[in-house]
């Protein structure tokens, strides 16, 4: 048992309490906080060692919106870590009800390759906001990425408290033997049923956050150079490799062959006429998952220069349901569109697959954005854009179904890290009160009982 | 049962109970039986626990009333959608959280409120939009042909079907895909559940149970404190989850605390408890065996008398009862009360934390700061200072469990919530594309700078800071509105320039 030491350790820095006090939490806190200044560079070089992630994607999203949810956790910690009093009935009326917010102990993190800080910090300051001790494991596939964190996070923070375990699919699976009172596991479906598994021999309580095919529907009537531009960013942005990115594209004939040249035009704005070139565009994080994309390249009707042997942006037009592309969720620089005839067509498309992460829908028709969200299931949705409600902390972030279990980001992620405990608080006095519920019973003692305890429906007047 | 889960699938896809007219109807059905066939309820019951009309009337009927009346008022606001506060990006673009259903969701009842039990979760299941299948436990087999027989006599047969069987149907039920499984039992069974649920990635509500602890200190009114003990270990026969299951107090009071239950035992059942038509039966042979199996070796301070033929176990105590014994390593679920000496609330703290966290934990003192201190010092599914099982009947807490007690909670507006998808949305103007062209690649200083400006938070804990946020977002958004064709590069360039200025001294 290779980590029971580690979990052991962290189990008993648990029991002590040092990690309940506000001012412990902040300070913990305040130290990421500096971890990400501090390290700017070195996460900037990481990420691009990995997969090549441009500059400001890497400042954007794993400096940047870590930052907003440090500040925000940072600013409202007091406010989330409060007794949140209740409404109470009749019968408790003199009483002290509440919900306390009891962190769960020690709980784990896994993380994944694409956004291998945001996905670990985010839910880590969660973690840590909420009074855990918290063992974090990067993912190994984007190696350096995993070295800066096993090297610097614990000259941040504190070792008895939060620990980082390396290694691959082995490690893993010995790391989940053990137990832990949470599990936050950001990956695919296949390996996410292997962790609930895992957690289920303990009675873990598991948040998920999977992935899936984003299904993006184009209506007839929308402006077509703006979201050719919207789709074209979320698409591309990371090379493809978003669990939100937009997966492909459901829109009829006609808007199709108005959408290609659009988004030809976005992808040469965004990166020039040699997107390898450009140091705004990402590469695939390793030859595994290079490969793996390429093949997915047979498939429709090519309508973007640059192409297979490249890996630049590309867009597929007439793609069939069947074709290899629309098997699998791609994660890479690929686009395709399938036609539909109409928006009904696409809403059946989407609700005859699992439910996926996100759903976008662009349309200058309210109704029709509306139709579409109403009519179908997803974890989020954004209308006439792509990405954009993950950068509202104020919204929860989580998916259904295949697509996972759980929902994080500003305050959700604290309480997703937090037990609810409902607690009342009684008065030692006034039995009085008390002995209609007691035996031996009568119909008169239950008319009583049933006035204080129950709740009637308003039109309905008590009398007590 | 795969054709029965596959009807409701089918039926929850027609999209038959997505309205919420149809919800308050199914719901206003529900109140309806359960008050036109409460006696028949009233006997089902009485059959599997031996339980007294008003007992069972308040047990398992009232609460559930309770819940009818709350979910149908409330549901119209539960189910709307919730607008979210919006950061400078999205102040002009309609940010809300949607409740959509799950799907087809599963409720695995327990034999021990064997009605309620089902019925309280399937409230909240229907009222979030769901099609639920409903399985009650055979061990209540009354209850469970009943429920069989009368909810298809006022619910949508095929939104609602009832399954009935053992442990081989519930196994084969478990194999189909569900959108959420809520079950209520033991641990051991509770792992079994997670374990199918995991293969179709299914979340889950576990409500298992534990020893509950029941502190008593020694500074408090003893007598209260015993009489409410009493009711809430004795009630149902000692088969209640969130039952005291053992008190925690120190040996000085020991003989006061079993002299006070007696007498209101006396109270409560009169002299001969078997005779009372208050005092309920366990529920087969087998729990019978298992209760008495832990009464080997005990000193029994009061009580200890059985009647295998009708499973009658008389309300028992026990005293000085060593952390090591059988009665203290699994949940008693009977009318057998050990204490278990200790010498001061660190000790009863730290008794509680090397155990497993109980569903439910109990303190009785005159001391404030005691109770405050003990709920701080330990973890537990919920908590009553002053009395036992009260917190459960209080719908705006959360009822659930913590570690091996269980996970997710329902009652209330969290049963809506705990089988709803809380579903995020963004919705943005397809024209003022001016915002976006600076997310763009390619990446300039300029938008570099523009992302910082309008995504990061600062930190600060000034008000005046946010005022002036949200009087810049305006201002902003204001002039774009209306000029954005002319003046969106001059304003962005004039906020930009502020922005160098040095605004985040302000800040």
């Known amino acids: 048992h290779p980590y029971a030491g580690l979990v052991s350790h962290l189990r008993t820095s648990w029991l002590s309490g040092r990690t309940r006090p506000m001012e412990y939490r902040v300070a913990q806190l305040e130290a990421l906080g500096r971890f990400l200044d501090d390290k700017k560079e070195e996460i900037l070089e990481a990420t691009a060692s990995d997969m090549g992630k441009p500059c400001f994607e890497a400042f954007f999203s794993e400096i940047l919106l870590c930052k907003n949810e440090l500040h925000q956790t940072l600013n409202n910690l007091g406010q989330w870590m409060k007794d949140e009093h209740v409404g109470k009935n009749l019968v408790t009326q003199l009483d002290s009800a509440f919900i306390r917010k009891d962190p769960y102990g020690v709980v784990l993190i896994i993380g994944p390759w694409n956004y291998p800080v945001h996905l670990l910090l985010v839910p880590l300051i969660g973690a840590i906001a909420a009074g855990n001790c918290v063992i974090v494991k990067p993912s190994e596939i984007s190696k350096n990425t995993e070295r800066l964190m096993a090297e610097s996070l614990s000259c941040y923070l504190d070792n008895d408290c939060y620990a980082v375990v390396t290694g691959g699919v082995q490690e893993t699976t010995k790391l989940l033997e053990n137990k832990f009172d949470f599990i936050f596991f950001t990956g695919s479906p296949a390996v996410g049923r292997v962790v609930m598994s895992a957690a289920a021999r303990h009675l873990t309580p598991v948040t998920l956050e999977l992935g899936g095919k984003n299904p993006c529907y184009v209506s007839d009537s929308c402006h077509v150079q703006n979201a050719a531009r919207r789709l074209a960013w979320g698409r591309f942005f990371n090379a493809g490799q978003t669990c939100i990115a937009p997966d492909y594209v459901l829109c009829s004939l006609e808007m199709q062959e108005k959408l290609m040249p659009a988004l030809r035009e976005a992808i040469a704005e965004f990166f020039g006429p040699n997107p390898r070139e450009s140091p705004d565009f990402g590469r695939m994080v390793g030859d595994k998952q290079f490969r793996r994309v390429r093949a997915l390249l047979s498939s429709g009707r090519v309508a973007t220069p640059g192409g297979v042997q490249e890996m630049s942006p590309t867009v597929l037009a007439d793609v069939l349901p069947s074709d290899p592309v629309m098997q699998e969720e791609i994660f890479g620089p690929i686009l395709p569109i399938v036609v539909v005839a109409n928006m009904d067509e696409a809403i059946d498309f989407i609700n005859a697959r699992p439910r996926p992460l996100a759903i976008y829908a662009f349309s200058s028709d309210s109704k029709v954005v509306n139709q579409v969200l109403e009519r179908t299931s997803s974890g989020g949705f954004c209308g006439n854009d792509t990405l954009m409600h993950f950068t509202l902390t104020s919204l929860p972030f989580g998916g259904i179904g295949n697509s996972g279990l759980g929902k994080y980001h500003g305050k959700f992620t604290f309480d997703t890290f937090s037990h609810q405990r409902g607690c009342l608080h009684r008065n030692m006095g006034l039995e009085a009160l008390n002995s209609p519920r007691y035996p031996p019973y009568s119909q008169q003692k239950m008319g009583l009982v049933t006035a204080t305890f129950e709740i009637k429906r308003r039109g309905m007047c008590t009398i007590l | 049962i795969q054709q029965v889960v596959g009807r409701a699938r089918a039926a ?96 695995i009842g327990a034999w021990n409120y064997p009605f309620t039990l089902i019925m309280q979760p399937l409230v909240g299941a229907i009222a979030a939009g769901n099609a639920v299948v409903v399985k009650p436990s055979e061990i209540s087999e009354n209850t469970a042909k009943l429920i069989a027989d009368i909810l298809p006599q006022y619910l949508d047969q095929e939104l609602y079907p009832v399954v009935t069987g053992g442990v081989p149907e519930t196994t084969e039920l478990l194999k189909q895909r569900f959108d ?269 700078d523009w992302a910082k400006f309008f995504i990061l938070k600062r930190f600060n804990k000034g008000q005046i800071g946010l005022a002036l946020l949200a009087l810049l977002g305006i201002v902003a958004a204001v002039v774009w509105k209306n000029h954005h064709s002319v003046l969106k590069r001059k304003a962005l360039l004039i906020v930009l320039a502020v922005q160098r200025l040095g605004w985040p001294n302000v800040w």
């Not at chain 2, 409410?228 to 209640?240: A, D, E, L, V």
């Open chain 2, 180 to 448: 959420h499984i809520l079950y209520t039992g033991n641990s051991a069974v509770g792992k079994i559940v997670m374990a199918a649920a995991a293969k179709h990635l299914t979340p889950v509500t576990l409500e298992l149970g534990g020893k509950s602890p029941c502190y008593i200190d020694s500074d408090c009114d003893l007598a209260v404190a015993c009489r409410r003990i009493t009711w809430g270990k004795y009630m149902n026969c000692g088969q209640t989850c969130i039952a005291p299951d053992y008190i925690l107090c120190h040996p000085s009071i020991q003989s006061q605390v079993v002299e006070n239950i007696k007498a209101t035992l006396q109270e409560f059942y009169g002299a001969d408890v078997k005779s009372s038509p208050d005092y309920e039966r366990i529920i087969n042979k087998h729990h019978f065996k298992r209760i008495l199996g832990l009464l080997e070796g005990q000193k029994i301070a009061h009580g200890g008398e059985t009647d295998e033929a009708s499973c009658f176990i008389a309300p028992t105590i026990l005293t000085d009862v060593s952390p090591e014994s059988k009665v203290m390593e699994e949940e008693i679920f009977g009318p057998v009360l050990p204490i278990v000496p200790v010498k001061s609330v660190e000790e009863a703290i730290e008794f509680i934390n090397l155990r497993e966290k109980p569903l439910a934990l109990y303190v009785f003192s005159n001391k404030k700061e005691l109770i405050k201190r003990v709920i701080s010092e330990t973890s537990s599914g919920g908590f009553t200072g002053n009395d036992v099982i009260m917190h459960f009947f209080l719908s705006t807490l959360p009822f659930g469990g913590v570690g091996n007690s269980g996970m997710g909670a329902y009652h209330g507006k969290h049963s809506f919530e705990t089988f709803s998808h809380r579903r995020s949305c963004l919705i943005k103007d397809l024209k003022m594309e001016g915002t976006n062209n600076l997310r763009y690649p390619p990446i300039s200083q300029k938008k570099v």
């Open chain 2, 12 to 107: 929850f896809k027609a999209g038959r109970c997505r309205s919420l007219e149809f919800r308050i109807q199914q719901l206003k059905a529900l109140e309806r039986m359960v008050k036109e066939k409460e006696r028949e309820i009233l006997a089902a019951i009485k059959a599997d626990l031996h339980k007294c009309g008003p007992n069972a009337y308040s047990h398992e009927i009232m609460g559930l009333l309770g819940e009818l009346a709350l979910t149908m008022e409330k549901l119209s606001s539960w189910a709307a959608p919730q607008p979210v506060k919006r950061n400078l990006m999205t102040m002009r673009d309609e940010a809300f959280i949607r409740y959509e259903p799950l799907g087809v969701v599963l409720i």
